[in-house]
């Protein structure tokens, strides 16, 4: 055959030193198998401990996003407050513009009360001292 070979290399073998031979082979294997397991072992416990400490980020989030939908206010109660604001305000203007023409209209009120006044009395007072004369 082609790859058979040479028969100087097959010198020397007997069943015991074939049964050594296959045994040192065998062993050698199963060392490194075990060292294959052992880092495949570290890699699962470090793979596992990374996948948990996502797991608790991913839980903190869904955490926080519940306690917002759970306290934020709705968009439309916001909006049926902010139109309420929004009405009283604009009452409240309403009033105040009539409010500040009240008080105007009372000022003038005033002044033209107290011109009035002090007509009469500056009449009365010249009449008066027309009549003593």
Known sequence: MINDPPKEACAGWTVSTLFTHLT?????MEKAVMIAQTAADRAVTKAEA???KRLDLLNEFKKALEDQTRTYMPRLEAELRMKAIEERLASWERQQSAGVGKSEGLSQGVVILISVGSLLVGFAGLLFGLLKH
Do not use: D
């Open 24 to 28: 040192a082979m065998m062993s050698a």
């Open 50 to 52: 990374a996948q948990e």
